[in-house]
């Protein structure tokens, strides 16, 4: 037998029933990709001359509208005060000491509080009002406050969990359990990528001063049951931005190059056979990688930038700051990546959150208005959409100097891609303990983020186990119409 017929025999015997299967529905699958990549479209209905809405995938905008193209989600992990930060309590600060009401509080899930004694606990910084619409925040946001006419202000954000982890998955997912994909998993997904050569959905972490270096698993940016090349890629903000980035010893770029050829070009004869989506992930990976080693570099790079960019955002080369982050996501958004998630650590204030909500202002306060500043001198604010969150809130009660955690109260804000700034949406009640007005979901708000990136939230669905898999539950999110211009 020679080689060719060898060659022939050993296709025929790895034609399995599932690779047949697999084939047989390729074409419905590419259909159904296509379709979803063209409803799913960055543009709006308008631009692309589509005029039927019914329950198609995409969402209509208004007349005049512009909507996002991409979006960076800052999370402040660890949970921060909406006490201290961005929801005014003076009726707190008047039962500072009082025992908590037990009409607000009896038959709650609370997280380390449960079973002692509820104390109120005024709030531990000053507030001020800024803008045109005199909004109150926390005076040691000033920064924030000089751009909080391009800010919306949810104080009525509710969620679903009270630990850390299931919190985060909450957030990130809209399911407390692990092997969900990721809101940013989805969108690359649904809209895919404008980076040629960098990853459609990016992760950068920082830590500050307070030492708190809880961490963040990468679960939280996985793809779940997605195919794995929308998986967020973490690149690091101190140091290689990716680990092996760079070629060993010896190895040229040619060389390289070669080898990623010959390695792709046999897992394209294999996958010729097996029709396996996960090997043309491989694939698209080995060549993304290989992009990314001259791209990366160039990108991570901010001492390119003009020191008044450096100025306005506070930071310096290398430093590994939220504010060299913020700066890093401006650059990412130019090379086209659809979303950019921005983790700063040390938010779990269980105890002296007068000082630690303090550190926090100074590390993050200048580098949130910079990014909103600067992407709107360069006119990218109208298709940006930025979301400030973190996974819950803290208690009115006290735990010593600090909050527990506290899921039925929190503020998250939004501004740029038709979001209405200098405003605030819904409120908790004079305590700050529950949402009592225009109360939202984090469903909610992954449905409007959906919607300003022209997505139909419920249509938006992936078939997994049998069912239609969708970000936003089957709790009935709803699109946050009155924050949109």
Not at 103 to 128: D, H, R, V
Not at 432 to 449: C, F, K, P, R, S
Request: a neutral charge; hydrophobic letters at 35%.
């Amino acid at each position: 037998m020679t080689t060719e017929d060898e060659l022939k025999q050993f296709r025929a015997q790895q034609l399995t029933r599932r690779a047949l299967l697999g084939k047989a529905t390729q074409g419905l699958g590419a259909l159904a990709l296509a379709s979803l990549e063209a409803k799913a479209s960055p543009l709006t209905p308008a631009e692309r001359g589509d005029k039927s809405e019914g329950d198609s995938l995409y969402s209509p905008r208004r007349a005049g509208v512009r909507g996002a193209k991409r979006v960076i989600w800052l999370s402040m992990a660890g949970g921060p005060s909406h006490l201290e930060t961005f929801d005014p309590k003076p009726k707190l600060a008047q039962m500072n000491g009082q025992p908590m009401p037990e009409s607000m509080t009896k038959g709650q899930q609370i997280a380390q509080l449960q079973g002692q004694k509820l104390t109120c606990f005024g709030p531990q910084l000053p507030f001020e009002k800024f803008g045109k619409n005199q909004i109150e925040i926390c005076g040691l946001f000033p920064q924030i406050g000089s751009v909080i006419d391009e800010i919306c202000f949810i104080r009525s954000m509710t969620t679903d969990a009270i630990n850390h982890d299931p919190a985060h998955m909450f957030m990130n997912t809209g399911s407390q359990i692990a092997g969900r994909p990721s809101m940013g998993s989805w969108i690359t997904y649904g809209l895919g990528s404008l980076a040629k050569d960098l990853p459609g959905f990016v992760v950068l972490t920082s830590l500050g001063q307070g030492g708190q270096n809880q961490p963040i698993a990468a679960r939280q940016w996985s793809s779940g049951f997605l195919p794995s090349k929308y998986q967020g890629v973490q690149l690091r903000s101190k140091g290689d931005p990716v680990l092996y980035l760079t070629n060993p010893g010896g190895v040229t770029r040619g060389r390289q190059g070669t080898d990623i050829a010959a390695i792709n070009a046999l897992n394209k004869e294999y996958n010729s056979l097996v029709d396996d989506p996960e090997i043309a992930t491989r694939i698209a990976q080995y060549e993304l990688a290989f992009q990314m080693q001259a791209s990366v570099p160039d990108l991570m790079d901010i001492s390119q930038e003009k020191k008044e960019t450096l100025e306005l955002y506070g930071c310096q080369p290398g430093d590994g700051s939220f504010a060299s982050n913020c700066l890093l996501a401006r650059r990412l958004a130019e090379k086209g990546v659809r979303f950019i998630q921005l983790y700063h650590k040390d938010w779990d204030h269980h105890g002296d959150i007068k000082n630690g909500v303090t550190l926090k202002a100074k590390e993050i306060d200048r580098a949130c208005m910079a990014l909103i500043t600067d992407l709107k001198r360069r006119g990218m604010l109208d298709d940006t959409l930025i979301v400030w969150a973190g996974e819950f809130g803290r208690t009115p009660m006290s735990q010593g100097n600090g909050r527990d955690h506290h899921n039925k109260a929190m503020t998250v804000w939004l501004a740029g891609a038709g979001i209405h700034g200098g405003m605030v949406h819904g409120a908790s009640d004079e305590l700050g303990y529950a949402a009592v007005e225009n109360i939202t979901t984090v469903h909610d708000l992954h449905a409007t983020m959906l919607h300003q990136l022209g997505i139909n939230h419920e249509a938006f669905t992936y078939k997994f186990q049998g069912l239609d898999a969708k970000l936003t539950g089957v709790e009935g999110a709803q699109v946050i119409k009155s924050i949109l211009a």
